[in-house]
């Protein structure tokens, strides 16, 4: 069975209206809102960003409010698992290196509703698409699992 990302996709693209030139338009992205206590994987597809040559080879991210138990790149786009647990407004600034060097950042708002979840996921430990050989972690050259995709 091969795991894909979840519902919980947003598009990193600037809308059509606002590709002028000279002019810089914000990129105003957010996901679902989710309640505090909820854990699950949320993605960024950076498709439109992408050379046509390119692609995703290291994904970083910072959760405000979150706990993150992983971070992986599915084809364009960069995902994470990540656990609420404050409530509010949250960010997650995620970044990627492309594999011809380029680094593209993006900022992803998400509200998180203070009514506690009916079911508290346990973070997975590696992404779906890790290599493992049985329990042991093949590592990257950074010592994070190597990772398919």
């Known amino acids: 069975m091969k795991w894909t990302p979840c519902q919980r996709i947003v598009q990193a693209e600037v809308p059509v209206s606002f590709r002028v030139q000279g002019v810089i338009a914000p990129l105003l992205l957010y996901w679902p809102s989710a309640y505090l206590g909820s854990g699950a ?31 992986s790149a599915f084809g364009s786009r960069a995902t994470l698992w990540i656990q609420w647990l404050a409530a509010g407004l949250q960010t997650v600034t ?56």
């Open 41 to 71: 994987d949320y993605s960024v597809d950076f498709s439109f960003l992408l050379g046509p040559s390119d692609r995703i080879s290291v994904v970083e991210a910072i959760a405000t409010g979150g706990q993150l138990a992983w971070s």
């Open 94 to 149: 995620l970044s990627v290196r492309t594999a011809l060097g380029a680094v593209l950042s993006v900022t992803v708002s998400i509200s998180i509703i203070c009514a506690p979840a009916l079911i508290f996921p346990a973070g997975p430990d590696y992404a779906p698409n890790a290599f493992l050989l049985g329990s042991a972690i093949v590592p990257d050259s950074s010592g994070n699992p190597l990772i398919f995709g």
